[in-house]
């Protein structure tokens, strides 16, 4: 597996491009800005395999501005010359939140366009394969209501490592904050505790901001769970 996190925008979100090598699909977890970024890192991926990758879908793990903000933009790109758009994942539950896109960022003083609209809503345990990629969507809710976690499934033999896209439930000793649409902090600890804290040790967790960390390491010293 090839991976690429690229932290984007002002606020830092984790991008990830996750690639199978073998057929060269692709999936992007929360391109949350500079679209122009991730595009050429996608490019010099194709180029380092010889041929171009294929991105299959966005994934998103919640509809906050700064993980959402740049899918137009790759989706409208990725679209032409009659190549297939990727798909927009989202999970129902944070709708509301993503249809609020450019009064979101203005909240925080940036100005973002209207999203486009969904195309695949998740649904918690759901299956995901792009090529020797295997996910498994885990409802998290809590940071926000319709906020999911991707379980990325080990293969040793395709050099595919066991990793946890947490967004922003779960960070390197710390949690995502709840004060914002649809927070609830109680619900919150709750998915982390029953989702997440309940995977293998040696888990690599990679959250929305931040250094990555494991799930062993969160059991033992995050203070809140």
Known sequence: MIQRTLPVGRLMCNCQILVCPETRDAVIVDP?????????????IGKELGQPVRVRALLH?????????AARGV????????????????????EFIYSML?????????????????DRYFEDGQALEFGSL???????????????CFHLHSDTAKAVPEMVFTGDTLF????????LWGGDEALLIKSIRNRLLVLDDDTCAWPGHGPSTTIGHEKRHNPYV
């Open 102 to 118: 450019p009064q979101q960022a203005a909240r925080f003083g940036f100005r973002m366009n209207e999203p486009l609209p969904v």
């Open 61 to 69: 793990t919640h509809a906050h501005f700064d993980h959402i903000g």
């Open 134 to 148: 295997r996910l498994t969507v885990l409802h998290t809710p809590g940071h926000s209501p319709g906020g999911v």
């Open 75 to 94: 989706k409208e790109a990725l679209s032409q010359n009659g190549i297939e758009a990727p798909s927009i994942f989202l999970h129902r539950e944070d």
């Open 172 to 179: 390197r000793e710390d949690i995502g904050r709840a004060d």
């Open 32 to 44: 949350g800005d500079e679209a122009e970024r991730i595009l050429t890192e996608i490019g010099r």
